[in-house]
C-alpha cells in the first residue's frame, strides 16, 4: 500500500473556516443534484421497517434474558447497517458521478455497489459485532467499563470514518479497509473535524428556520381551529426535522467522497473549486485517474 506523509500544521480557525467552505459546496452539489438526498431517505426508511419487524423479538428476548437478547441485537445491528451502508455507498457512488460531470441516477448506483456487497456484508457483521459490544460495556455497572466504552467509541468513530467511501473505491479485504479508513482519516483529520463543526452549525441553522417557519405558519391556524393548529404543527416540524437529517446525512456523504476522493487522488471536483485541498498535507500516491470507480485496488 501507499504511504502517506504527515500534514503541516493550520490554526483551529483556519481548519473550521475550510470546513464551512466544504460545507456550502456540498450544498451546491444538492442543489444541482436533489434526487441525492433519496439515499438517506431509502436508508432511513428501510432501517425503520427493520426496527418495527425486531420490537417484539428484542421485548421477547429482553425478557427470557440468558444472552438471547444479544443474540437478536446483533441480527438488527446487522440489518440495519447492511442497508445504511448500502444506500450510503450508493451515495458515494452517485456524488462521484456528479463530480465527474455526469448525471447521478437512483438505479445506475444502486446497482454499480452491487459489486461490493461482500465487503458490506464483512462490514456489517464487523460493525454488528462491535455495536453489540458496546452495549455490553454499556450495560455493565463497571465504572473502568464505562471509560474503555467511551475511548473505544472515539476510537472506532476515527478509524471507521472513511469506511463507505473505502468500500466502494478500493477492492479492499476486511482488514485493509480499516487501515485505509484510518489513514484517510490521519490525512484529513484537520478538514473532517472542521467540517463537522461547518455541517453542524449549518443543518442546525436550517433546521432551527425550518422549525420555526412551520410553528409560524401553525399558528394562524391554530388560533381558529386549536385541534388543527396542533396537528398541523405536529406534522410540519416532523417534515422539517426529517428533511433537516436528509440534508445532513447527504452533506456527509458528499463531503466524504470530495476528501476521499483527494486523498488518494490528488484530483479537485470541480464542485469545490471554492474549497482549497491544499490544506490537506499528506495524501496517498496517486494510484489510478480520477473517475476510475470502484475498479481501484487497495494493496500493492
Do not use: C
Request: hydrophobic fraction near 50%; charged fraction near 15%.
Amino acid at each position: 500500500m501507499a504511504t502517506r506523509t504527515g500534514s503541516g500544521g493550520l490554526g483551529f480557525l483556519d481548519r473550521l473556516k475550510t470546513g464551512w467552505t466544504l460545507t456550502k459546496d456540498s450544498l451546491g452539489v444538492i442543489r444541482d443534484h436533489p434526487k441525492l438526498l433519496a439515499f438517506p431517505l431509502l436508508a432511513g426508511v428501510s432501517s425503520i421497517v427493520f426496527l418495527l419487524l425486531f420490537f417484539v423479538p428484542l421485548v421477547l428476548s429482553d425478557a427470557i434474558g440468558g444472552g438471547l437478547e444479544y443474540v437478536v441485537l446483533f441480527a438488527l445491528y446487522f440489518a440495519t447497517t447492511f442497508l445504511s451502508t448500502y444506500f450510503s455507498a450508493a451515495l458515494v457512488h452517485a456524488a462521484n458521478e456528479a463530480f465527474h460531470g455526469r448525471e447521478p441516477r437512483l438505479r445506475d448506483s444502486t446497482h454499480a455497489v452491487s459489486g461490493s456487497l461482500g465487503p458490506i456484508l464483512v462490514w456489517s457483521v464487523i460493525s454488528a459485532t462491535v455495536s453489540v459490544i458496546f452495549r455490553i460495556l454499556e450495560n455493565s455497572d463497571n465504572p473502568a467499563a464505562a471509560v474503555l466504552r467511551s475511548l473505544f467509541t472515539i476510537g472506532w468513530a476515527i478509524l471507521t470514518f472513511f469506511i463507505v467511501p473505502v468500500i466502494v473505491f478500493e477492492d479492499v479485504t476486511a482488514t485493509s479497509m480499516f487501515e485505509w479508513s484510518g489513514e484517510t482519516f490521519r490525512d484529513t483529520w484537520g478538514e473532517t473535524l472542521g467540517a463537522g463543526f461547518g455541517i453542524t452549525a449549518i443543518v442546525i441553522g436550517i433546521g432551527l428556520v425550518l422549525v420555526v417557519g412551520a410553528i409560524a405558519v401553525s399558528v394562524p391556524v391554530g388560533a381558529v381551529l386549536p385541534g388543527a393548529g396542533i396537528i398541523l404543527a405536529v406534522v410540519l416540524v416532523a417534515v422539517a426535522l426529517v428533511f433537516t437529517f436528509l440534508l445532513s446525512q447527504t452533506i456527509w456523504g458528499i463531503a466524504k467522497t470530495a476528501l476521499y476522493l483527494y486523498a488518494v487522488e490528488g484530483a479537485t471536483p470541480e464542485q469545490f473549486e471554492n474549497f482549497d485541498f491544499r490544506t490537506l498535507g499528506g495524501r496517498a500516491e496517486q494510484r489510478a485517474s480520477p473517475g476510475s470507480g470502484p475498479d481501484r485496488r487497495a494493496g500493492d
